[in-house]
């Protein structure tokens, strides 16, 4: 079964270019939660959704991001304008809510960003 | 204050020591705690979770909790350069999102 996808891997861009990040969740996996990874910050939760819809996005730094999930195959990572601080290993996971009180998140190969 | 605080390292243990990894987190209404293990340049994977106080352990990897101390732990026996990665804590909020903290980074020397 094919894990977490993540398109594209690499991204290079230019200060106030809009940034696509796309993610592929696991199939049948009812939350997906977008992460950013830098040296300085570590591994920093942005948002996350619960069957498509938004629950918390308390992480995303800045009204430059946005997400979003318009189904459960596929979500989407925006950044407009870009800037260089936005420079980091973007990741997206997956889980499937099972009623426990533990969910293995399932991480797909990252984005890194680049931008100049 | 991060609300998981782990040493950032880096840790060097020989080939066949015992690696102790040690995680302390603040919020009380944690329940839930995991230890991901991420090699350089990849994506984190899950090692094992630990929800009840006392030793969890599978294979060579013990995890263990306090949660009276608020302290989760790593060991990790008969270390192998395979080893040698970023070993990332977690604790799981009440809407089954993860706060992780910084990572330790651990080389296992042959």
Same mark, same amino acid.
């Given at each position: 079964d094919a894990g977490v996808i993540q398109s594209p891997r690499h991204e290079v861009t230019e200060m106030g270019q809009e940034v696509t990040l796309r993610c592929k969740p696991i199939s049948g996996h009812d939350y997906l939660f977008w992460y950013r990874q830098t040296m300085m910050r570590g591994l920093e939760l942005l948002i996350y959704f619960n069957n498509n819809v938004p629950i918390d996005d308390s992480g995303m730094p800045e009204d430059r991001f946005s997400a979003k999930m318009p189904n459960a195959s596929f979500?989407? #990572? &925006?950044? @407009? $304008?870009?800037? $260089?601080?936005?420079s980091a290993v973007y990741f997206c996971a997956s889980s #499937?809510?099972? %009623? %426990? +009180?533990?969910d293995t998140q399932y991480f797909g190969p990252g984005t890194r960003l680049t931008v100049l | 204050q991060k609300e998981v605080e782990q040493n950032s390292g880096p840790l060097s243990v020989p080939e066949g020591a015992?690696?102790? #990894?040690?995680? +302390?987190?603040?919020?009380?209404?944690?329940?839930?705690?995991?230890?991901?293990? @991420?090699?350089? %340049? &990849?994506? $984190?994977? #899950?090692?094992?979770?630990?929800?009840?106080?006392?030793? &969890?352990?599978? %294979?060579?990897? +013990?995890a263990q909790l306090n949660k009276a101390s608020q302290y989760v732990s790593l060991l990790i026996r008969d270390s192998q350069p395979s080893d040698s990665a970023t070993y990332l804590c977690a604790t799981?909020?009440?809407?089954?999102?993860? +706060?992780?903290?910084s990572g330790t980074q651990l080389t296992v020397l042959p």
């Open positions: 979500s989407t #990572l &925006k950044i @407009q $304008p870009s800037e $260089p601080r936005d #499937l809510a099972s %009623g %426990g +009180t533990t | 015992i690696a102790s #990894l040690n995680c +302390t987190y603040s919020d009380r209404g944690s329940q839930s705690f995991f230890w991901y293990r @991420q090699y350089s %340049g &990849k994506s $984190p994977e #899950l090692i094992m979770f630990i929800y009840s106080n006392g030793d &969890k352990e599978d %294979g060579r990897f +013990t799981e909020g009440s809407a089954r999102q993860l +706060t992780f903290g």
